[in-house]
């Protein structure tokens, strides 16, 4: 599988790359960069045989069978669309989207080139300890409660997160993250979102409703100490409970005594979000998670921000 890559920043360099260079199946054979010093970089560090500042270069390379889109939030949603009208696989660094104008944009072009090879890095679901705690928690069936804490902490001054009028809100940024992460646990797709604004910038408190019934609230905080754990998990429904704390450790509550699993390693499921977008462009069998799934996800995502500013529920 050759693959092309547009943008090679910090999180590519640290998250993705490495785990594509030792991928058997995967070729890393083009990246752009605004800067030639850092495709010169790319290169040097994970063997791009090929490198540019001109991302025209990477979307019609025909010889690439799937391109990554790793670069500002505003500007994905167009790469993305771009991407699947050559007939590519797509994976796409959160947000897939910053507005419904751009998400229809990216649904159109997909029901216009019958192209759905299309990935968005939402990769908690595949983190192992919270795979595992969701498999041993099971399904009873009905409706759950969830609470997804996030001590996002403070942003660096120099953030490009702050330009929110270009690149959105530091929720719309990261929060799909937590959505898809609650989507999942869930298997069902959420139908309303209300947001509240916290006490210091930047901070929400999300609460959706699901379509099985469930309701589940995030709280997006940056007023904490960075000693705290950054994401804890609360499950609770069909007679049990289960916690999760920041990929360290899982429990489950079924009976007298917790079962508790640990991890020594912050596994977030990078790896094997790759290896799974890896196999299905190669065998040609389903994205890792559904469109129909990407596209809610990223809806609701949205609707925050609209949600803050209406000061009431926003139906999905």
């Given amino acids: 599988m050759r693959i092309g890559f547009v943008g090679a920043g910090n999180y590519a360099s640290s998250m993705l790359l490495p785990h594509l260079q030792k991928n058997e199946n995967a070729v890393l054979a083009r990246v752009a960069t605004n800067k030639s010093l850092s495709a010169a970089n790319a290169q040097r560090r994970f063997g791009f045989e090929a490198i540019s500042t001109d991302a025209n270069e990477v979307l019609t390379d025909t010889t690439l069978d799937a391109v990554f889109v790793v670069t500002r939030h505003s500007s994905h949603a167009d790469l993305a669309c771009r991407a699947l009208e050559t007939g590519k696989a797509v994976f796409v660094e959160k947000p897939l989207a910053l507005t419904d104008e751009d998400l229809d944009r990216i649904v159109a072009t997909v029901d216009a080139t019958g192209n759905d090879r299309l990935m968005v890095g939402f990769n908690r679901r595949f983190a192992p300890l919270l795979t595992d705690l969701k498999d041993r928690f099971g399904d009873p069936g009905g409706a759950f409660s969830l609470r997804y804490l996030v001590n996002a902490g403070k942003l660096d001054s120099t953030s490009w997160y702050l330009d929110a009028g270009k690149e959105g809100s530091r929720f719309a940024g990261e929060g799909g993250h937590f959505v898809d992460t609650l989507t999942w646990w869930l298997n069902s797709l959420p139908t309303e979102v209300y947001a509240v604004p916290g006490p210091d910038t930047g901070d929400v408190v999300v609460t959706l409703r699901f379509a099985n019934g469930s309701v589940a609230t995030i709280s997006y905080v940056g007023g904490g100490t960075a000693r705290f754990p950054k994401e804890t998990i609360d499950v609770t429904g069909g007679g049990r409970n289960a916690r999760f704390d920041n990929f360290q450790s899982a429990s489950v509550w ?60 926003e139906k999905l």
Avoid: C, H, N
Wanted: aromatic share 4%; net charge positive; glycine share 8%.
């Fill in 254 to 313: 079924t009976g007298r005594k917790p079962s508790v699993r640990k991890s020594r390693s912050t596994d977030k499921g990078q790896r094997i979000e790759l290896d799974r977008f890896v196999a299905a462009v190669r065998s040609g069998g389903p994205m890792p998670i559904p469109f129909e799934t990407l596209v809610a996800t990223t809806r609701a995502t949205i609707a925050v921000d609209r949600s803050l500013a209406s000061g009431r529920p």
